[in-house]
């Protein structure tokens, strides 16, 4: 099943997950000692970020690899663009709207 990169990032447990992976690619084992749920939960979290195309899986002999693949994390920048120049247009009127009150 693919799933949506934004569904992906819904989620704090695995935008923590993206946040370690950022710092160095590494085993399943070495992200879930950064969390205090066990190590299947951890792998289901892994694998959801894998179908959205957020990070990559590579076998290193009997180990996979979990490593960032932030060239999806695009989509969701452009989107929210979109709504940060919308804001900042509205919070720069009304910001001139006080000033002259």
């Not at 569904?7 to 000692?33: C, F």
Request: aromatic letters at 8%.
């Amino acid at each position: 099943m693919r799933r949506d990169v934004f569904q992906a990032i819904a989620d704090p447990t695995r935008r923590h997950i993206l946040s370690v992976l950022a710092k160095a690619p590494m085993n399943l084992n070495a992200v879930a000692d950064h969390f205090k749920i066990s190590r299947p939960a951890i792998s289901k979290q892994v694998k959801i970020l894998a179908e959205c195309g957020l990070i990559r899986m590579r076998h290193e002999g009997r180990e996979r690899i979990c490593e960032p693949d932030f060239k999806k994390i695009k989509e969701v920048a452009d989107w929210a663009e979109t709504y940060s120049v919308f804001w900042n247009e509205k919070l720069d009127a009304l910001g001139d709207f006080l000033n002259t009150k």
